[in-house]
């Protein structure tokens, strides 16, 4: 079970955009940090102004960015996006709040192991910041 | 450096009063699951509705405990006391909001990490249940 498990978790891995054409070893190291979240219509997953301790990566379903009045639509995230980088790069609470539509199934990455994969593979790390930075603006 | 956090986190893990008479295994795997949080004053640790991947101890500080509407405090949190717990038990999203009043020190205790200490240590489970139980009333 935990092996196909496992296998699942790689094959969703190769899936998100900023992963491509990573090395297989990435993909097990990684595999390994990802927990599982299932998210029900209209769950929050946080709200702007939270403290932030983790981010994550979207399997399936489509999830919201809104504004901390929920008035206005930032983006709708889907399948092999990411989100929850921003308040871990710069050490900031939530700068926007999450919410699922549909049923969603994302992966979350712990500030931790975040922290490891950031200094361990700097490219990874470019990558999410580029498209973080680009967020901002 | 580690030896010593370890050795602040053991000290800590001592002060919560569900954990109190544990012997010295548990407060060595404990430790090793809990990541310091610092909170600071008016940071939401999470919302009513948000979806729970974590419970929490609180080291130091204040911490204030809120329905949605965030008009009535259900209790003020402190040293030793934990939150955050209904919702893995129950398998629900949060019942309450949780606001730091000042700067407060808390650890996490992770989903994945929650369910290995319960099932490894049932008399723990129980006390948290208890505590849990009566807050539902
Ligand atoms: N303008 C935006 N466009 C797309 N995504 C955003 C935008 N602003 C914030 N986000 C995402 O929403 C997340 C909210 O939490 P973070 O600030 O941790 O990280 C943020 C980004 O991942
Ligand atoms: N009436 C209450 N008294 C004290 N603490 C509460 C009360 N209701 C909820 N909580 C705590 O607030 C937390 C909110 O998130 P959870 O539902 O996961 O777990 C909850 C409890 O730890």
Redesign the pocket.
């Known amino acids: 079970k935990n092996d196909l498990q496992l296998e699942f978790k790689n094959r969703t891995i190769k899936h998100i955009s900023i992963f491509e054409g990573v090395d297989e070893k990435f993909v097990r190291e990684i595999a390994l940090y990802l927990t599982p979240i299932v998210l029900t219509p209209g769950d929050y997953l ?1 709200r702007t102004g939270d403290v ?1 301790n983790s ?1 994550f990566f979207v399997k399936k379903g489509k999830i919201s ?1 809104l504004t901390e009045d929920e008035k206005q639509e ?2 709708i995230l889907k399948s092999g996006d ?7 790069f710069k050490k900031s609470n ?3 709040t ?1 919410k699922s539509i549909g049923y969603s199934d994302i992966y979350e990455l712990h500030k931790k192991e975040f922290e490891k994969v950031i200094k361990k593979y700097p490219d990874i790390a470019l990558r999410i910041k580029e498209k973080s930075i680009s ?1 901002e603006q």
Chains 1, 2 share one sequence.
């Open positions: 946080f932030a981010m960015v930032l983006t990411f989100m929850g980088e921003i308040a871990l939530r700068t926007a999450v967020r």
